[in-house]
């Protein structure tokens, strides 16, 4: 970058403004390691694809998928990698008995 300054005297201004003459350049080197505006662009691009990682994550805990998904077991017998989706301890269906008309939760076990 190059600079050049000189001087408007107030003096007459701005009929007759007294002027200097222009001064010798200065030649200002930018650092060879400043980082172009393409790489500032791509840090601030990853900055907020960060916070929109998180904010799903945190939208997901909330909601209690993270947990959902913790409760998974293995299926031994699988040849295909199944698994069974929920620990039996942790199921439980509703029915309505038909005599009283009331909802009975019954949960499995085994």
Do not use: C
């Not at 003459?21 to 601030?44: G, K, M, Q």
């Amino acid at each position: 970058m190059e600079i050049k300054a000189r001087s408007i005297s107030e003096a007459g201004y701005p009929q007759n403004p007294l002027k200097s003459v222009w001064s010798n350049s200065v030649i200002v080197s930018f650092p060879p390691n400043l980082p172009s505006t393409n790489e500032i662009a791509d840090l601030i691009k990853d900055v907020n694809d960060d916070a929109l990682n998180i904010a799903i994550s945190n939208t997901l805990n909330s909601a209690g998928v993270s947990s959902h998904l913790d409760d998974t077991i293995p299926n031994i017998n699988s040849v295909n990698g199944l698994y069974f989706k929920h620990i039996a301890k942790n199921i439980a269906y509703e029915n309505t008995d038909e005599t009283t008309g009331t909802k009975v939760v019954t949960s499995v076990s085994m």
